[in-house]
């Protein structure tokens, strides 16, 4: 096999510059979420250096770079999912609307409501598709009355596509449904405490490429309400579907900008390699 | 890496069909081999112990659970006995008319004979029956009433009739006025219901396991109540909302130490604290449940925390991401979720609990009771404890009863365990 050399292993690789490429953004919103000096650490080992990051709003930011780059750590520091991992610490700021995130006085149930979460697994509960749909309308209090939690329910499912396959088998088991259909299902679960923001965590890559379809094309219609932010793998998903993009390596941010810039005219040349497949 | 593929690559082709070669794989194969038979003999003789165990019960214990009966024509004279009081009549009176007219014309030698033949409580139970049911004043009732434990044996084939006179327990009369009661049809053997309806008592013919039965279950529901919400609730602090520092490790060593203390350890803490300090009855069913407890509380915390790992890191994720609390995610999805886990784990416990015999004998509930316990704090036996005392006793008829008790108490047992099985499979949740 004729691979180059790595261009950095995270271990014993060259240290790679912190300084990022940045480009002023070109989005006629202002950032929703925005990221200061964000460091995360694991124990001793810090996965996530420095970042800097601005997220628009009304629009989908997709997060590539190769397996353990820590896109998926800043993604769960967003809505402090990292809190439940035992020796994770965070530093620097993260912004929701201007306010901080990891502001101790902050509530962080009302956080995960305004920032919805699917993840590379489908994880429907196991319970009915209504049941799925309706938990988290119920615990916060959403519905008044069984009629409006049946409206909530609906106009979720309908907002993840699904409506149409599951409207005669609600009371069906969540987890009876296709990995492409839960993945939709679990999208529709994410939607229904109306979030402001939705993280995705490598939505697809348990689907198959008919369902990737069908999840790719969701998010271009839920990028008119919602703000997403994706994690890939797959570099043609981000570019089909996202309109910034963030390229991330070993820990460290290190390019952003507009999608179609990042792909055709990058300015680093770890994203250039990483782009055209040359390396992850 | 590159290095290891070239040498590979260099080295000169293997030759599969090669003496060395082929040898080789006959060893593998080989060893393959007696791993397999290594196993099947350990299967063979595991269970070759386990039918000499149950065989063994079987054929000593089956004899106890059939009762040879002699059946007496009682006449309740109403003026001996007081319809409107019936307990305070001349018992002993009508138990010897109902004698004389099973065995007509005996001699007194015969009548010493029939007297030791009948059951020694005869004349009670036959009072008990009429104090039951008034009715039966001035009436002539057949009863089938225990035949006493030598004679028993005689039915049952035990006692050898050429065995010479002076070494048996029945003499030449005693069997020849039992063969007689037969030839007139007054002997039979019929179930032992008295095995699981009567309590403990000093003739193997009247002996039960009720007493045990109820106190078992007594002291069985004591310590589900006590094991069961201490345990969970312990599991799923430490499993979900503990930090992972040196306490809770600390704190889960000992947990898995307590689980492998010897119960008798459990016992002597429950005759110092519960009976000595805390002044509780001895023998009573409730400070027993508390000691198995005690004793079960490991395990129920190990088996919780088990089931709870089990539920699957996403499901917790879901939760917490649609904005559920910690208390929302434990209550709502991850205990749902692993309860299956954990009731069967909490049935094995309570069987563990239920064969328990050391802390038991600790806290006196190996005493001789006759009566089945009222309530938590009467004093009991319980069916291991039961099955102890019966061991000591010396006379014959309690050998069978032993055995016997051993089977009832395995049969519980098989019955909880099939219920952990049942539940585990239909309720088990693959992901």
């Not at chain 1, 996530?48 to 397996?67: E, K, Q, Y």
């Not at chain 1, 952003?256 to 390396?279: A, H, N």
């Not at chain 2, 002996?207 to 069961?228: H, P, Y």
């Not at chain 2, 209550?331 to 309860?339: D, F, N, R």
Request: aromatic fraction near 8%; charged fraction near 20%.
């Amino acid at each position: 096999m004729s691979i180059q050399p790595l261009p950095a292993e995270p271990v014993s690789g060259p240290e790679p510059s912190t300084a990022t490429v940045r480009r002023p953004l070109d989005f006629e919103a202002g950032a929703k979420v925005a990221a200061k000096g964000v460091s995360v650490f694991y124990g001793a080992k810090q996965a996530l250096f420095d970042v800097d990051l601005d997220v628009p709003s009304n629009a989908i930011t997709a997060f590539i770079g190769p397996s353990g780059c820590g896109k998926s750590t800043f993604l769960r520091s967003i809505n402090r999912m990292n809190d439940t991992i035992d020796g994770a610490r965070m530093e620097g700021r993260i912004e929701l609307d201007g306010g901080d995130v990891y502001d101790p006085s902050l509530d962080v149930v009302e956080l995960r409501a305004r920032v919805g979460m699917v993840f590379q697994k489908p994880n429907p509960f196991p319970k009915s598709i209504y049941e799925n749909v309706a938990y988290g309308p119920r615990i916060h209090g959403f519905a008044r009355s069984k009629p409006d939690l049946d409206a909530i329910v609906e106009r979720s499912l309908r907002g993840a596509a699904l409506w149409d396959e599951v409207k005669d088998r609600l009371d069906e088991m969540g987890t009876g449904l296709s990995g492409g259909q839960q993945q939709r299902l679990c999208i529709a679960r994410a939607i229904a405490v109306s979030p402001e923001v939705i993280l995705m965590d490598e939505p697809c890559s348990a689907l198959d490429p008919i369902a990737s379809a069908r999840v790719e094309d969701l998010m271009g219609e839920l990028r008119e309400n919602y703000t997403i932010i994706i994690v890939t793998h797959s570099m043609q998903q981000a570019a089909r579907v996202s309109q910034k993009t963030a390229f991330f390596h070993v820990g460290y941010l290190v390019e952003e900008g507009p999608t179609q810039q990042i792909f055709t005219t990058p300015q680093d040349k770890r994203t250039q390699d990483y782009v055209t497949g040359r390396f992850g | 890496m590159s290095t290891t593929t070239d040498s590979i690559l260099t080295a000169a082709p293997i030759d599969w069909h090669s003496q060395a070669s082929a040898a080789r794989r006959r060893k593998r194969y080989a060893q393959e081999r007696n791993l397999r038979l290594a196993g099947l003999v350990a299967i063979t003789i595991a269970l070759g112990l386990l039918a000499i165990l149950v065989g063994s019960l079987i054929l000593n214990g089956y004899r106890a659970f059939t009762q040879t009966m002699i059946a007496l024509d009682v006449y309740v004279d109403p003026e001996v006995v007081d319809r409107n009081d019936p307990t305070a009549g001349n018992w002993r009176q009508i138990y010897d008319d109902a004698i004389d007219r099973a065995l007509p014309d005996e001699t007194d030698a015969e009548r010493r004979s029939i007297n030791a033949l009948v059951t020694n409580n005869a004349r009670f139970l036959i009072r008990d029956r009429v104090v039951r049911d008034p009715s039966l004043v001035g009436e002539t009732v057949r009863m089938n009433v225990p035949v006493s434990d030598p004679f028993d044996q005689l039915s049952k084939g035990l006692v050898q009739r050429a065995t010479p006179e002076g070494q048996r327990r029945v003499s030449d009369l005693d069997i020849q006025v039992f063969d007689r009661l037969v030839a007139e049809g007054r002997i039979s053997r019929p179930f032992n219901w008295g095995l699981f309806f009567n309590s403990d008592s000093r003739f193997p013919e009247l002996a039960g396991l009720a007493g045990a039965i109820v106190g078992s279950f007594f002291a069985l529901v004591v310590c589900f109540l006590l094991s069961f919400p201490l345990g969970v609730g312990a599991a799923v602090y430490l499993e979900e909302f503990a930090p992972k520092n040196r306490w809770t490790d600390f704190i889960e060593v000992n947990i898995n130490n307590l689980a492998a203390v010897p119960s008798i350890v459990f016992g002597l803490l429950g005759l110092a604290v519960f009976l000595g300090w805390f002044g509780m009855p001895r023998s009573a069913p409730f400070v027993g449940g508390m000691v198995l407890a005690l004793m079960t509380l490991p395990t129920m915390i190990i088996v919780t925390r088990n089931a709870l790992k089990a539920v699957p890191p996403s499901i917790r994720e879901a939760a917490l991401g649609v904005g559920a609390s910690r208390h929302e995610m434990v209550v709502h999805h991850v205990l749902p979720l692993a309860m299956p886990g954990i009731l069967t784990g909490t049935i094995i416990g309570l069987a563990q609990a239920l064969g328990e015999t050391a802390p038991l004998l600790l806290i006196g509930m190996n005493a001789f009771i006759t009566s089945p316990p009222g309530g938590l704090f009467e004093p009991a036996t319980a069916l291991p404890t039961q099955i102890f005392i019966w061991a000591d006793s010396p006379e014959r008829g309690f050998v069978s009863r032993t055995a016997a008790g051993i089977l009832v108490l395995l049969g519980f047992l098989i019955v909880m365990n099939a219920i952990a099985i049942f539940l585990r499979q239909r309720l088990e949740r693959k992901w």
